[in-house]
């Protein structure tokens, strides 16, 4: 079958890499995609919400399966407008409904859900510009840090945490009067510090039936050791040494199952990724946030663990039926590195060309904000390359994969090389 993939980052790329190498696939696109997606299929220069246009590139390209990389067009509802237009509706998406897409669309909404389906998170209160005040008195209610977060879809960068009670009071109304973080801010959540350490699960589902994917864990900040500004994502690794048999069981008897038949209880239409943010604390799971898609660049340590054909996987999820097919999974860890561009997750220049690439040995280059011009490879975004190497475990797939991070170059290249130092 033919099969689009929407997105251009380093996930989308992953994505491709894996469908490209399925029996199933004939013909694979890309929209829009970037250098790296070139190389193994054809790229498509559209917006991924600009659903008219992806509706004629489907219909023109006879296009059966749709794998909907980032969280935008799905909050946006491309997965109704599929099952409302006729010459669609037999396509089949992989992505939530927009109602189900609420889950990261809204931090409320998130929270909300779990309380109803007594799922463990952090205590919260929202807030609004109206009662800016009051959440003002709530921080003082709190010990620190205190966790801000953004209701809305921030690129990953609305959440602060802060020690200070005055600087937090600050950034509220930063947020709630300000608009620091645009419309995505006109609603806050503030909750509860956790102290833990974090991981993620993935879940695929068809609404009914799901299928627990590796565990990863991926690191935010873009210094070591943890420090400095929030990122999209520095590195990731696959499995979690620390996630054992008796953490995924409560994971899944008091998470998984409860969200997934949440979701059906509610009737949301659901056929895609449940990404859940989890922190253990003193061995106990609580859940930090959902994500209704393929977390990046968690994608680049999970699907190469992945070894069941991803296309038959989508579509099981489709059909409904995800518990007649199995899923096996590499005993083999992951770990990814990530190559970002001089003054990420700030101000940083695009068009750098990238050299070496051809050097690299017993990894995979996956791309993220790259495109091809004249022949050359340049930097086209923050985050540019994911190096994710196999090996038997994290600490010799992140050795093999920061040796081959040493053939590459491009102006201002930054990295950080403590991936999985706190494991």
Not at 254 to 268: C, F, M, Q, S, W
Not at 310 to 329: P, R
Not at 362 to 368: K, M, P
Request: glycine content about 8%; overall charge negative; hydrophobic content about 40%.
């Amino acid at each position: 079958m033919n099969i689009l993939v929407l997105g251009s980052g380093g996930r989308e790329h992953t994505f491709a890499y894996k469908l490209a190498q399925s029996k199933r696939c004939k013909n694979l696109f890309v929209a829009p995609g970037n250098a790296g997606t070139a190389a193994i299929a054809t790229n498509i220069d559209i917006s991924v919400t600009n659903f008219e246009t992806i509706k004629n590139c489907v219909v023109d390209n006879n296009i059966e399966m749709v794998v909907v990389g980032p969280e935008d067009p799905l909050v946006q509802g491309i997965a109704d407008y599929f099952a409302e237009t006729s010459e669609l509706k037999n396509v089949k998406l992989i992505g939530p409904s927009k109602r189900g897409a609420l889950l990261e669309g809204s931090k409320q909404r998130a929270k909300e859900f779990m309380m109803q389906h007594k799922i463990p998170t952090a205590a919260y209160e929202s807030f609004t510009v109206q009662s800016l005040e009051a959440g003002k008195a709530f921080l003082e209610q709190l010990n620190p840090p205190y966790v801000l977060k953004a209701d809305g879809l921030a690129a990953g960068k609305g959440v602060l945490i802060l020690n200070n009670l005055n600087e937090a009071k600050q950034e509220l109304e930063n947020m709630l009067s300000h608009n620091k973080f645009g419309e995505a801010s006109s609603k806050v959540v503030i909750e509860e510090f956790l102290d833990g350490i974090e991981l993620s699960v993935f879940v695929l589902t068809d609404g009914k039936n799901y299928k627990i994917l590796p565990t990863a864990k991926d690191y935010k900040r873009i210094g070591e050791g943890d420090t400095g500004l929030n990122t999209g994502g520095m590195g990731a690794i696959s499995p979690v040494p620390f996630a054992d048999e008796v953490l995924m069981q409560k994971i899944e008897d008091r998470i998984v199952k409860p969200t997934i038949d949440g979701l059906a209880k509610e009737n949301i239409d659901y056929k895609g990724f449940v990404f859940i943010g989890l922190i253990k604390v003193n061995n106990e799971p609580y859940v930090i946030e959902y994500n209704v898609r393929m977390g990046d660049p968690e994608t680049e340590v999970v699907l190469p663990r992945i070894k069941t054909d991803l296309a038959d996987l989508f579509e099981a999820t489709f059909n409904q039926n995800l518990n007649d097919i199995s899923i096996e999974i590499d005993t083999k860890a992951a770990a990814t590195v990530m190559l970002v561009s001089g003054g990420y997750p700030e101000g940083y220049e695009k068009g750098k060309e990238i050299t070496g690439l051809k050097n690299v040995k017993d990894s995979i280059v996956f791309h993220a904000g790259t495109k091809m011009e004249d022949d050359k490879i340049l930097t086209n975004g923050g985050r540019v390359i994911a190096i994710t190497s196999l090996d038997e475990d994290y600490k010799k797939a992140l050795k093999k994969s920061y040796q081959n991070i040493e053939k590459l170059s491009f102006d201002r290249m930054n990295y950080r090389s403590d991936i999985g130092f706190d494991l």
